[in-house]
Structure formats: C-alpha cells, structure tokens
C-alpha cells in the first residue's frame, strides 16, 4: 500500500491509499469512504472498474493505515487528504465518488478544486448538518463513549439498525444479524468512528455547491433513515449539472447491496468516461 505525507489545518498526515491500475493512461478514479469504514468499503465497486480506471482509494484519518497526531478535524481536512493521494498516484484529473461522510469531502473538494475532477458521485451525502441530523451524530458520540467506558458495543448495534433498509431484515435471522454485528466489531475502529462524527457535525456545503462544475450523481437510498429528501434536492437544486438515482437500500448500501451499489455508481462512472473519449474524439 503506498504512502503520503502531507500538512493539514491541524496537523501532519501519513496519509495510506490502494491503487489499481490497468495501464499507465486509464483515467483516474478517486474513492472517498464514509464515517468510521476505511478503503476496503470500495472493494466491489474496484473489482467491477479496475480493467479500465486507475482506482485510488484512501483511508481517512483515524481508519485503517492514515495516521496523524489526533485531535479535531474537519471536511477541509479530509479533502486535503483525498488530494494528497491522488497527486501521490500521479492523478491529475480524476473522477471522483463518496459515500456519506465521504460525499461531503468530495462535494468539497469538487468544490474548492473544479479543474481536478471529471465527474462526481456521491452517495447519502448531504447539504448541510441539520439540527435532527446533529442530534443523531451526538446519539453516535455518547454511544461510543460509553462502549470506550464499558467495553460495551452499542455503537455497532445501532449501526444495522440506522443503516439498513427492510431487504436486509426481511433476508437476515438472529443468528446472521449477530455475526454481522461481531464483523463490524472487527471492523469498525471506535477512535476513528468517533473523531469523523465530530467531522459530520460541522458539515456545511451550501457555500460552495454553486462552484461544482462537475457532471454530478446524486444517488439517495430509498430506505436511508439518516438523510432525508430535503438534503438530496439541496445537493440536486445547487450543483449545476447534477442528476438523480435511487437505490432499494437504505444509508449504507455499500454494505447491504454491495453489488447493487457498485453496478449504479459503475453505470455512472462508464457513461461519464465514454462521454469524455467522445469529446477527445471530436
């Protein structure tokens, strides 16, 4: 797994990010995880894109291999990151796609740097952190306060419950919901999970919305309990050239459709690229 180092508002980042790439021309593609998950969430969508696009995906602070000081951090932060990843992986222009905190930073990012990305795709993101969708972050802090207190695991057993839509329990029995529960234990580190909360709980994109210039996905979950439609027609109504897809899941459908998930953004991400090599050809 390569390396970066770079500078942050807040502190210095070792920043860690895979790579796939068929051929040294094979556009870029840049894929940003949500709160608490680390790059391995992209996994099936990598498989599905990595014979045609050069596939990075970086951990953020506190997940899997990035490393820094600790302490606060916010959406510029992370942002700063995803781009330190891809000029490490010689990415000048690349497409780009997040899933819910992962959304946020690469809404920004398209944001404050237009001319670096091709197309973007963001799944359950959000506008802005409203006051219902900050008393449920606050919910996700005292939980994983009182499980670093108490050896308890109440934070990855809330995380079916706000994350999944009704295919995943129509499907499951105890026994299942159980060993996904222990998986997520195992996967899910509480120190990360709980420094990206605090990142969720200052989110706020509406000033910079209206500078996305990218062809942008907006792709909601049906059945997602924590971002609702008044989020998604603010991200659609602000960002220019933005369109809309919806898939029978619910918040982290990366986890309960992986398949699914991956063949929406993949249709996207092909058209987008296709797009591009027709204009090339022009």
């Given at each position: 797994?390569?390396?970066?180092?770079?500078?942050?508002?807040?502190?210095?980042?070792?920043?860690?990010?895979?790579?796939?790439?068929?051929?040294?021309?094979?556009?870029?593609?840049?894929?940003?995880?949500?709160?608490?998950?680390?790059?391995?969430q992209w996994a099936p969508l990598t498989a599905r894109l990595s014979d045609r696009f050069t596939v990075v995906?970086?951990?953020?602070?506190?997940?899997?291999?990035?490393?820094?000081?600790?302490?606060?951090?916010?959406?510029?932060?992370?942002?700063?990151?995803?781009?330190?990843?891809?000029?490490?992986?010689?990415?000048?222009?690349?497409?780009?796609?997040?899933?819910?905190?992962?959304?946020?930073?690469?809404?920004?990012?398209?944001?404050?740097?237009?001319?670096?990305?091709?197309?973007?795709?963001?799944?359950?993101?959000?506008?802005?952190?409203?006051?219902?969708?900050?008393?449920?972050?606050?919910?996700?802090?005292?939980?994983?306060?009182?499980?670093?207190?108490?050896?308890?695991?109440?934070?990855?057993?809330?995380?079916?419950?706000?994350?999944?839509?009704?295919?995943?329990?129509?499907?499951?029995?105890?026994?299942?919901?159980?060993?996904?529960?222990?998986?997520?234990?195992?996967?899910?580190?509480?120190?990360?999970?709980?420094?990206?909360?605090?990142?969720?709980?200052?989110?706020?994109?509406?000033?910079?919305?209206?500078?996305?210039?990218?062809?942008?996905?907006?792709?909601?979950?049906?059945?997602?309990?924590?971002?609702?439609?008044?989020?998604?027609?603010?991200?659609?109504?602000?960002?220019?050239?933005?369109?809309?897809?919806?898939?029978?899941?619910?918040?982290?459908?990366?986890?309960?459709?992986?398949?699914?998930?991956?063949?929406?953004?993949?249709?996207?991400?092909?058209?987008?690229?296709?797009?591009?090599?027709?204009?090339?050809?022009?």
């Open positions: 797994m390569p390396t970066t180092t770079t500078t942050t508002t807040h502190h210095d980042v070792t920043v860690t990010y895979d790579i796939t790439s068929p051929t040294p021309t094979a556009p870029g593609l840049v894929l940003i995880h949500g709160t608490g998950a680390d790059r391995t995906a970086p951990d953020l602070s506190g997940s899997g291999g990035t490393t820094d000081p600790g302490g606060p951090l916010t959406v510029a932060d992370l942002a700063d990151e995803v781009i330190a990843a891809a000029d490490h992986a010689g990415l000048e222009r690349f497409h780009l796609a997040g899933h819910s905190l992962g959304a946020a930073v690469a809404a920004h990012l398209a944001g404050t740097r237009p001319g670096r990305v091709r197309s973007l795709a963001l799944h359950a993101g959000w506008a802005y952190t409203d006051t219902r969708m900050a008393a449920e972050f606050r919910y996700w802090l005292e939980l994983l306060r009182t499980d670093a207190a108490h050896g308890t695991d109440l934070f990855v057993r809330m995380v079916p419950l706000m994350a999944f839509g009704p295919r995943y329990w129509e499907r499951t029995d105890e026994a299942a919901h159980e060993a996904l529960v222990r998986t997520l234990a195992g996967v899910i580190s509480q120190t990360a999970a709980a420094r990206q909360t605090e990142t969720d709980l200052g989110v706020d994109l509406r000033p910079l919305l209206g500078r996305i210039t990218a062809p942008t996905l907006v792709l909601a979950s049906a059945h997602d309990r924590l971002i609702d439609a008044v989020q998604q027609d603010a991200l659609l109504t602000g960002i220019a050239d933005a369109r809309y897809a919806e898939i029978d899941a619910g918040h982290g459908a990366p986890g309960e459709d992986p398949e699914g998930f991956a063949a929406k953004l993949a249709a996207f991400l092909d058209e987008r690229a296709e797009a591009e090599t027709e204009v090339a050809a022009v």
